[in-house]
């Protein structure tokens, strides 16, 4: 089955960086979609950032010119670079991806990691 594997994360200071990796693994066709979403206590889960098939990603107002996001297809991996880091980023970040496999096409969501930001 497909597995969405995140790692990266943790606890910094406001305005330091973070990394985030996904990467995705099992019988996959094609990824159509993967990027980064994330969920703040009381809050909606909110896209992040987001490469579409193909196309250039998009991003969040709140965090444009602050995150980015890169893919290794490859490696089926997906990256983001957080920098700049404010309190309110505080969240669960989740990796998303609309894949292909064998039996289906559908959204694949990692396990979930926390980033911190607090002094």
């Known amino acids: 089955q497909v597995q969405l594997v995140e790692s990266g994360g943790g606890l910094v200071q406001p305005g330091g960086s973070l990394s985030l990796s996904c990467a995705a693994s099992?019988?996959?066709?094609?990824?159509?979609?993967m990027g980064w979403y994330r969920q703040a206590p009381g809050k909606q889960r909110e896209l992040v950032a987001r490469?579409?098939?193909?196309?250039?990603?998009n991003y969040a107002d709140s965090v444009k010119g602050r995150f980015t996001i890169s893919r290794d297809n490859a490696k089926n991996t997906v990256y983001l670079q957080m920098t700049s880091l404010k309190p309110e980023d505080t969240a669960v970040y989740y990796c998303?991806?609309?894949?292909?496999?064998?039996?289906?096409?559908?959204?694949?969501w990692g396990q979930g990691t926390q980033v911190t930001v607090s002094s």
């Open positions: 490469f579409r098939s193909g196309g250039t990603p």
């Open positions: 099992g019988r996959i066709l094609s990824i159509n979609a």
């Open positions: 998303n991806a609309y894949i292909r496999d064998f039996y289906d096409t559908r959204d694949y």
